[in-house]
């Protein structure tokens, strides 16, 4: 079955750097566009990047922009979020998603979510 666990996250300074990652298991990790979302207690999911099947694209919404970067390593069945210049605002549970297929970007284009990996960003 397909499984995703993020880890990575935790407690950091504004201006600070972290690094999510997620274990994939389960799929062909290599045949399908990941993507992470986060979720603000309270509120409903946030898409926040998308990246393709083999890496050559990528897009991101717009509040992240330069600052988020999305990564992923096929033969590891291992996608990355790297976050720089953090921002109280980014403080929220972190998910990796599956989408259907090479190529997702709209929420109801993904199919599996993790358990997610909390970010809290305060001084």
């Known amino acids: 079955q397909v499984q995703l666990v993020e880890s990575g996250g935790g407690l950091a300074q504004p201006g600070g750097s972290l690094r999510l990652s997620c274990a994939a298991s389960?799929?062909?990790?290599?045949?399908?566009?990941m993507s992470w979302a986060r979720q603000v207690t309270g509120k409903g999911l946030e898409w926040v990047t998308t990246?393709?099947?083999?890496?050559?694209?990528?897009y991101y919404e717009d509040s992240v922009k330069g600052r988020f970067t999305i990564s992923r390593d096929n033969a590891k069945n291992t996608l990355w979020l790297q976050i720089n210049s953090l921002k109280p605002e980014d403080t929220a549970l972190y998910y990796c998603?599956?989408?259907?297929?090479?190529?997702?970007?709209?929420?109801?284009?993904?199919?599996?979510w993790g358990q997610g990996t909390q970010v809290t960003v305060s001084a």
């Open positions: 990246i393709q099947s083999d890496g050559t694209n990528t």
């Open positions: 389960g799929f062909s990790f290599s045949n399908y566009a």
């Open positions: 998603g599956k989408g259907r297929s090479t190529w997702s970007l709209a929420p109801s284009e993904f199919d599996y």
